[in-house]
């Protein structure tokens, strides 16, 4: 299930997830974990992280019951600024996007390799400059931890 607009209210977001769990009900799960975040290539949650489990906590999955959720709650572990302050928060672009998963790709694939090269690199293929560059990866970055 998606949001597509900025800013989303925390009553959005929670509204998202209970219709996530709606649809998970009677299918025998122990538990859920709903990352919540902007971009689906965000590598960590921008938004929020909830857990439905037995009173709202992850590690007693195993002591609930899968076929009725009885005594299970939701519980936010994880909540960004930006959904209560949108306006603190700068929206990456597509731009950014593709030189942030580009950096990402270049820098675990080679560890040897520095970032000052990477950047270098990215430039010089979009046609950017160094400092263009490193400011759109790191949009994504300010972003996601907002």
Not at 30 to 52: F, K, M, N
Not at 66 to 78: I, K, M, N
Request: charged fraction near 25%; proline fraction near 3%; aromatic fraction near 8%.
């Amino acid at each position: 299930m998606e949001l597509r607009v900025y800013p989303v209210t925390g009553a959005e977001v929670s509204d998202v997830v209970a219709r996530i769990v709606e649809s998970h009900r009677g299918q025998g799960w122990q538990a859920l974990s709903i990352v919540v975040t902007y971009d689906r290539r965000e590598v960590v949650p921008s938004y929020a992280v909830y857990e439905w489990a037995p009173a709202g906590r992850w590690s007693d999955a195993a002591k609930g019951d899968a076929s009725s959720w009885r005594g299970y709650r939701l519980h936010q572990t994880v909540v960004r600024d930006k959904l209560a302050q949108p306006n603190d928060c700068t929206v990456p672009t597509e731009q950014a996007y593709v030189l942030n998963t580009e950096f990402n790709q270049a820098t675990e694939d080679n560890v040897d390799v520095s970032e000052a090269t990477v950047l270098a690199k990215i430039a010089k293929q979009h046609h950017i400059s160094t400092a263009r560059a490193e400011k759109l990866v790191l949009t994504v970055e300010d972003w996601t931890m907002c």
